[in-house]
């Protein structure tokens, strides 16, 4: 099992940035890849970005350029700094990590980020 604790969502103006972590415990060996996710109202989830347990990232299109994750694997947590945010980016952000041969999937609970005059 791997337990996974966002923290950093918040409300910032269009234009600001945050910082999301998502700390990871448990079974942290069988991670393969981490990444977040974001949900918006009536909308599915959706890919922002991933990162390997070798390094490599993947990000989707529309934060491309303004969002970079990354990963201290000392303290077992991976970050996503968004830049230059955009009201469209108001969401609720998930962390997700894909552990084990199966590829099984965890999740964090979710943390609001709302970008707003």
């Known amino acids: 099992q791997v337990q996974l604790v966002e923290s950093g969502g918040g409300l910032v103006q269009p234009g600001g940035s945050l910082r999301l972590s998502c700390a990871a415990s448990?079974?942290?060996?069988?991670?393969?890849?981490m990444g977040w996710y974001r949900q918006a109202p009536g909308k599915e989830r959706e890919l922002v970005a991933a990162i390997t347990s070798g390094g490599s990232t993947k990000y989707s299109d529309s934060v491309k350029g303004r969002f970079t994750i990354s990963r201290d694997n000392a303290k077992n947590t991976v970050y996503l700094q968004m830049n230059s945010l955009k009201p469209e980016d108001t969401a609720v952000y998930y962390c997700?990590?894909?552990?084990?041969?199966?590829?099984?999937?965890?999740w964090g609970q979710g943390t609001q980020v709302t970008v707003s005059s």
């Open positions: 997700n990590a894909v552990a084990g041969i199966a590829g099984d999937d965890y």
């Open positions: 448990g079974s942290i060996l069988r991670i393969n890849a």
